[in-house]
């Protein structure tokens, strides 16, 4: 393989008399090149979307969470008047000023309703921490999406699934909670507001 004759032309005598010794590696250094340009723009092609990483997909099977022994605390949650226990908690921050500290996580609650704290306390839920979330409905999209209740959509179940955005102080933070009561119920998926947890949930006294 041997260059063009009009390349030797436009080159000085001294550089065209070298270029037939090293014309092969130009060409192969060239298309060489070339074949990385084109690997490039077939995998930015095939290569399949990320999602942002405050896009979680976990997926909770809850018909595989173990039953639990009844409870021995002296307070029981109700979510619209059916008592339940509690079996999971996610818990997120909302943007970059909120942190979210899972050793503290009753405290946390307990601040959200009070004696929710202990109830986390009693019946040892399955805790979650997931990263900064940019939007309330969509962390709460992504919490109803990825919890499987056994029962199916639009049946009566024994579980009912809440989310949404919390404050606390000045502070807000993103919550799902899911519960589990003794006999089927209508509660089920709920989307709340800072203020739903306190008019939806009750933290109450055995009698």
């Known amino acids: 393989m041997q260059p063009p004759d009009f390349l030797k032309k436009m080159l000085p005598e001294g550089i065209a008399g070298t270029l ?15 074949l990385l340009i084109l690997w490039v723009l077939v995998r930015k092609l095939f290569r399949k979307e990320k999602k ?16 639990l022994p009844p409870s021995k605390g002296d307070r029981r949650l109700v979510v619209e008047g059916v008592p ?10 909302a943007g ?12 946390l609650l307990d601040k959200v309703l009070p004696g929710l704290g202990d109830i986390t306390s009693s019946d040892r839920p399955r805790v979650q921490v997931w990263p900064v979330q940019l939007s309330y409905e969509g962390f709460a999209n992504t919490f ?10 639009d049946q009566p179940s024994r579980w009912a699934l809440l989310a949404g955005r919390a404050m606390v102080g000045k502070n807000q933070f993103l919550l799902g909670l899911g519960v589990q009561a003794i006999k089927p119920n209508t509660i089920g998926r709920k989307t709340l507001k800072s203020h739903d947890w306190s008019t939806l949930l009750r933290v109450r006294v055995r009698e």
């Open 52 to 67: 942002h990483p405050t896009e979680i997909e976990r997926i909770e099977k809850l018909a595989e969470y173990p039953d």
């Open 144 to 153: 109803h999406r990825g919890t499987l209740i056994p029962e199916g959509e």
């Open 84 to 93: 339940v226990r509690l079996r999971l908690v996610v818990v997120a921050p």
């Open 96 to 107: 970059g000023a909120s942190r979210v500290d899972r050793d503290n996580i009753d405290q």
């Open 20 to 34: 037939d010794s090293i014309w092969l590696f130009i060409v192969a250094g060239a298309a060489l090149i070339v």
